[in-house]
């Protein structure tokens, strides 16, 4: 489903009932540690499928087991994956299991918890990302100022062809955004009702890092 965005690129809302159902298990409170990272796994997966939707095929000729044949392949540029530590590294490996070849970007962020503002601790990243299409991930767009910052590091170090993917966005944080990047889509499976005073989405699922982990 796509989501009215003015002049900026599109955000797609996931409606697929395999992840409409994931994710009502990954917001109950009582899921487990475990539960919820194979669900964060699973949905991985789901929405790779998603966000590549739209990649070039060309065509190639093959020799199956009886006659020669075009088939097609995936062309153009490679991809990278580039999750937000840490929550966004609970993407990675269902989305690896589609696409073994990519490249991984690492972007270590956290959230002040008083200012709400991100703070870089850590980046490594492809040296040819401007040859690179590049999925950003990170199962949550809150205030966006995470997101927002990631996709700064990226663009300044060649990143041209940019996606953005979440499990959960506020509103305000999808506004935000596109403000600061109206050239990169998002694909969502959820846009919630809005932010708390702490910065958190209601009604969200709580801290995706902290549940992913079993932190506090
Ligand atoms: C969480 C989440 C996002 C960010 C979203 O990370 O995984 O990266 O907050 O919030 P924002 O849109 O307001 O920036 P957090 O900083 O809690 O770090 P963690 O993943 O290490 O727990
Ligand atoms: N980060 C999270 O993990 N959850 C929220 O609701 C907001 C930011």
């Not at 991984?104 to 980046?123: C, K, M, N, S, W």
Request: aromatic share 6%; with cysteine.
């Amino acid at each position: 489903m796509q989501v009215e965005s003015g002049g900026a690129a599109r955000v797609t809302v996931v409606d697929h009932p395999l992840v409409q159902h994931k994710l009502t298990m990954m917001r109950d409170g009582e899921r487990s540690t475990k539960g919820f990272r194979e669900l964060l796994n699973e949905i991985g997966m789901l929405l790779a499928y998603e966000v590549t939707r739209d990649l070039p095929l060309e065509p190639v000729t093959i020799q199956t087991p009886l006659q020669p044949m075009e088939g097609r392949r995936i062309a153009g540029k490679k991809l990278v994956l580039a999750p937000i530590l840490r929550a966004g590294v609970g993407f990675l490996d269902g989305m690896l299991s589609l696409m073994p070849s990519a490249r991984v970007a690492h972007i270590g962020l956290y959230r002040d918890p008083d200012t709400l503002q991100a703070v870089e601790y850590y980046f490594k990243s492809p040296s040819d990302l401007a040859d690179r299409t590049v999925l950003v991930l990170d199962p949550m767009l809150a205030t966006a100022n995470s997101a927002v910052a990631a996709v700064e590091r990226l663009k300044s170090r060649g990143a041209k062809d940019l996606r953005f993917v979440c499990l959960l966005a506020a509103p305000e944080g999808i506004a935000r955004f596109q403000e600061a990047h109206p050239d990169v889509p998002v694909w969502t499976a959820a846009i919630d009702s809005h932010l708390n005073d702490h910065g958190y989405i209601v009604p969200g699922l709580g801290d995706a890092g902290d549940r992913m982990y079993g932190t506090r």
